[in-house]
């Protein structure tokens, strides 16, 4: 029979409690186990002596008899001194994930040609305020005129208005 350490769930939805078991392998995570080693609290704080209860002399025994514990448990074996776990390195943890490279790179190209459009939209308006003064001095001058023309007709509706 294949024994491991291992927690096993309790507590209400969203507030987790889990007891540290040692159980047969194949049965099932909150099923029936062999006996109950400690618990251990994930609402407590980091520092709280209550987050992690472990019975260390039982840890130790059932160690001894050959169960198997879970990657969780051995932690908290090795916080409280009872057996060493050597520490993992996994190099890639920090990296990202292939969907999110291709996403970053699709922004980054977007970004590029969005900064492309504005430098040629840039260039276009520094092209057509470089041509020569006179021309457009010489538009705006009738357009003028004309919004003088456009401006009476609407002061005298205002006036009717006023008067109605």
Known sequence: MALSMRLSRGGSKKRPYYRIV????????????????GTYNPLLAKDDEKRIVLDTDRAKHWLSVGAQPTDRVAR??????????AAKNNPNKG?????A?????EKAEKLKA????????????????AAPAEEPAAEEAPAAEEAAG???PAADAGEEKAEG
């Not at 159980?23 to 186990?33: I, L, V, Y």
Request: proline share 4%.
């Open 22 to 37: 040692v159980a047969d392998a194949r049965s099932p995570r909150d099923g029936k186990f062999i006996e109950k080693i």
């Open 76 to 85: 908290f074996l090795d916080v409280t001194g009872v057996k060493e776990r």
């Open 95 to 99: 990296k990202p994930g292939e969907k």
């Open 101 to 105: 490279v291709e996403r970053a790179e």
């Open 114 to 129: 969005a900064e492309e459009a504005a430098a040629e939209a840039k260039a276009a308006a520094e092209a057509a305020a």
């Open 150 to 152: 456009e401006e009476a």
